[in-house]
């Protein structure tokens, strides 16, 4: 054989190559792309449901206000249940398989205090209804002006509250006040708290309720992180990682977080008593990376109306593909190596 026709014979078989490779690449992008759509659409999906549970759930417990509601269910309140603690809490001996409540004494535990703490127990009901409908929802909850709290599946409160916490301060409580949410909607809590009764990292849909002008409570839904991932993205043989609004790092499998230097981490589960919200530290804000490179796509993610960018690190190109959940503005990352 001619060197010549050597020659061209081996040109051919790389170009073929490269054609070959440069195909499967844009089918690969083509698969992950669409994949990465239906997850975030399917989140979207899920939760979106919710927002008319919460409007439902703010007028029922409005109404159970109402003097003409007030006198019928605090005849029926089943008043033996509720006793004192040794610091001087008021709350539910038991709770199982029905509703947990308490009431810290951050300010004083009046007659007054404990009537609402009675004629509002039918909210139970209200509860139980959206956990058993809605598998994506953990727990739903009331948290009142008073610091009292309501919360189904019910849960030792008494163990993981403590004597005078002001439930107020909190951001499933403040977030909704009138300060904060001056129209008096419903509001999402998109960025990822840890739950102060122990179910891990979490988003949660408040809604307030007013009663002649007076901000009563906030009800809430809490939906866990751990959950949606399971539901959603565990199941794909594909890498996924999940940003906040803040570009706070939500989930990410290890090689992802390792690409994008990010440490590691596990669930976050409070073991004692919590006495302030906690949020990821700013070691997985994606736009406060100490690694140039992943600070400037962050960047670029947040700042740049695209679903595809280009990103090297380590001498390896990538496409980095996005989509966003719309109710909680969370971005979905997925990143597929680039052999064009």
């Known amino acids: 054989m001619k060197k010549d026709t050597l020659k061209i014979i081996v040109t051919s078989l790389i170009t073929v190559i490269f054609i070959v490779n440069c195909r499967s690449n844009k089918n ?29 759930l703010r007028d029922s417990i409005k109404a159970l206000y109402l003097p003409s509601r007030i006198e019928k269910n605090l005849a029926k309140a089943d ?17 199982e398989n029905r509703s947990a409540a308490i009431v810290t004494g951050h300010t004083p535990i009046t007659q007054r205090v404990k009537r609402i703490v009675y004629f509002t127990e039918p909210m139970e009901d209200y509860f139980k209804e959206i956990v058993e409908n ?14 009292y709290n309501r919360i189904y599946p019910g849960v030792d409160l008494i163990s993981q509250v403590h004597s ?82 803040k570009g706070i790092l939500i989930y990410a499998k290890e090689n992802l977080a390792n690409l994008f230097s990010m440490p590691g981490f596990k669930n976050h589960k409070y073991i004692e008593i919590i006495r302030s919200d906690t949020y990821r530290s ?18 670029k993610i947040f700042n740049q109306n695209k679903n595809e960018y280009n990103f090297q690190k380590y001498n390896n190109k990538y496409k980095v593909f996005t989509s966003k959940v719309k109710l909680t503005d969370w971005i979905i990352l997925t990143v597929v190596k680039d052999n064009g």
């Open 79 to 95: 008043t033996e249940n509720y006793v004192f603690s040794e610091s001087g809490m008021f709350y539910t001996k038991n709770y």
């Open 164 to 245: 005078g916490q002001d439930i107020t301060q909190y951001n499933f409580y403040e977030l909704a006040d009138k300060n904060h949410n001056p129209d008096k909607g419903i509001v999402w809590i998109k960025e990822p708290y840890v739950d102060p009764a122990g179910r891990g990292w979490m988003i949660s849909l408040v809604a307030p309720v007013y009663v002649d002008g007076q901000l009563e409570g906030v009800p809430g839904i809490d939906i866990t992180i751990t959950d949606v991932v399971d539901d959603y993205i565990e199941k794909s043989q594909n890498d996924y990682l999940i940003l906040s609004p």
């Open 282 to 299: 700013e070691d997985y804000n994606i736009l406060k990376s100490k690694d140039p490179q992943v600070r400037r796509l962050g960047q």
């Open 28 to 56: 690969e992008f083509e698969r992950r792309q669409t994949e990465l759509k239906n997850i975030s659409h399917n989140i979207d999906s899920s939760i979106r449901p919710l927002q008319n549970e919460i409007i439902e």
């Open 134 to 147: 809605n598998p994506a929802v953990v727990q739903v909850y009331y948290n009142s002006r008073d610091s």
